[in-house]
């Protein structure tokens, strides 16, 4: 089950526990290692790690090789989709609530939420790393609303093998991402959607609530949005934003606080990064990031690259360059 995928996108092989971890909080979520096995003082040499960023979402197989402890002060802004393959690994919650997940068992983790996580020796995952932003976008075009809080998962683990569904497109997904064919984000973008929906659908969440509350965007909320992404290059301020959805300022405060959690200006300077990224993985006639950073409005290029950073987990240099 989802053995052996992501076999061009080796970033590791036989490599130190230490070696795997340094790339993983670059990349997939910040943690501190620690070895528990019999090779503790030094570490095995049999970890591995293959990596893949596809549709700004992060596909990794890790394995460490060895028996540890991954503590996790919480994940910044992005969601965790995690499938035990191989061994087993056990995750600690604050409230002492434990879980312990064997191969083709899978598991949700949330942004800001604490937990340690035991690997067996064996234990290799996949972890699909997906940035809360995408995953509220995609929320909000799929349920049409997003809870105030955001979205979050309920502690639930899911066998795979009685979602046969769910297992066959993760397989797919995964062997398209390994595939060099479809480099253009308007190609890998339906596989993401698809992936989100699936995970609204297979794991419990307070979106079930809110819906039963009955609580869902109207309409010209809806216009507003796509007013933005059809202007997200300009300067839109927020009595631009009342102006054109004919509501108070205050009223525009109230639905990016109940639809989003964000204030309007922290939502369009994300959907700024976010279409700025596009760019910059899908456009080849972009050749530096000082260009099109002016094009999106941000003149204060340090500021921008550290917020870029905070959001995707890497330079815009970097993701230019590997587009390269």
């Excluded at 460490?64 to 994940?75: A, K, S, T």
């Excluded at 290029?301 to 230019?320: A, H, Q, V």
Aim: with cysteine.
């Amino acid at each position: 089950m989802l053995l052996d995928v992501l076999s061009n996108s080796t970033v590791f092989e036989s490599a130190h526990p230490f070696q795997v971890s340094e790339y993983v909080n670059r990349h997939v979520g910040r943690h501190r290692l620690e070895l528990n096995g019999s090779s503790s003082t030094s570490g095995s040499s049999a970890a591995s790690l293959s990596y893949r960023e596809f549709a700004d979402i992060g596909l990794s197989r890790i394995s460490y090789g060895d028996e540890v402890r991954v503590r996790c002060p919480d994940l910044a802004e992005i969601y965790h989709f995690q499938v035990v393959t191989r061994g087993q690994c056990c995750w600690h919650y604050d409230d002492d609530q434990q879980l312990l997940l064997k191969p083709g068992q899978a598991l949700m983790m949330n942004p800001k939420e604490r937990i340690d996580l035991s690997y067996s020796g064996d234990c290799e995952k996949i972890i699909i790393k997906v940035p809360e932003e995408v995953l509220k976008g995609g929320c909000l075009e799929q349920m049409g609303m997003v809870p105030r809080e955001g979205v979050r998962f309920d502690r639930r683990v899911v066998d795979l093998e009685n979602a046969a569904c769910f297992l066959r497109f993760l397989d797919v997904l995964l062997i398209e991402a390994n595939e060099s064919e479809l480099e253009l984000e308007a190609l890998q973008r339906p596989y993401r959607d698809i992936l989100i929906n699936k995970l609204l659908q297979q794991f419990g969440s307070n979106i079930q609530e809110q819906q039963g509350s009955g609580a869902t965007m109207d309409r010209s909320f809806s216009e507003l949005i796509a007013f933005i992404d059809a202007h997200i290059k300009e300067e839109i301020d927020v009595e631009e934003l009342a102006l054109t959805g004919n509501v108070s300022v205050r009223t525009i405060y109230n639905q990016f606080s109940k639809y989003f959690g964000l204030t309007p200006r922290l939502y369009m300077k994300n959907a700024k990064l976010k279409s700025l990224r596009q760019e910059l993985v899908s456009n080849p006639r972009i050749r530096n990031v000082t260009e099109v950073a002016l094009d999106y409005g941000f003149t204060h290029l340090g500021r921008f690259s550290s917020d870029y950073r905070k959001m995707f987990g890497e330079l815009p240099s970097e993701t230019l360059k590997r587009r390269r």
